[in-house]
């Protein structure tokens, strides 16, 4: 597959790109330039090739997916301007 000047022209305007039109050669030519790296990629054997999600062999900690209150009650509160019980004191909003 090749791309010429024109339908580098059409791509840049499909992105909203503006390429002066003394620039659609050399923005063709790296379009081609792509293309002929993503050929070759295309002939790499990957058979009996697992997928890689990570670089690195490790997984990451997991724990229980469980609600909890956090058991902070006192360090929360601490920063309520008014707390009384153990909830933070509002004042009256609806009659």
């Known amino acids: 597959m090749s791309i ?23 923005l063709a030519a790296e379009f081609n330039t792509i293309l002929g790296f993503i050929e070759q990629l ?26 909890t209150d956090g058991d902070q009650q006192a360090k929360v509160l601490a920063n309520a301007p008014d707390a009384r019980e153990g909830f933070f004191a509002v004042p009256k909003v609806v009659e």
């Open 4 to 26: 010429d000047k024109d339908t580098a022209a059409r791509v840049a305007s499909l992105a909203r790109i503006r390429v002066e039109p003394e620039s659609l050669d050399a």
């Open 42 to 67: 295309g002939e790499v054997d990957v058979d009996g090739v697992e997928p890689m999600v990570s670089v690195t062999p490790q997984r990451l900690k997991r724990r229980e997916d469980v609600v």
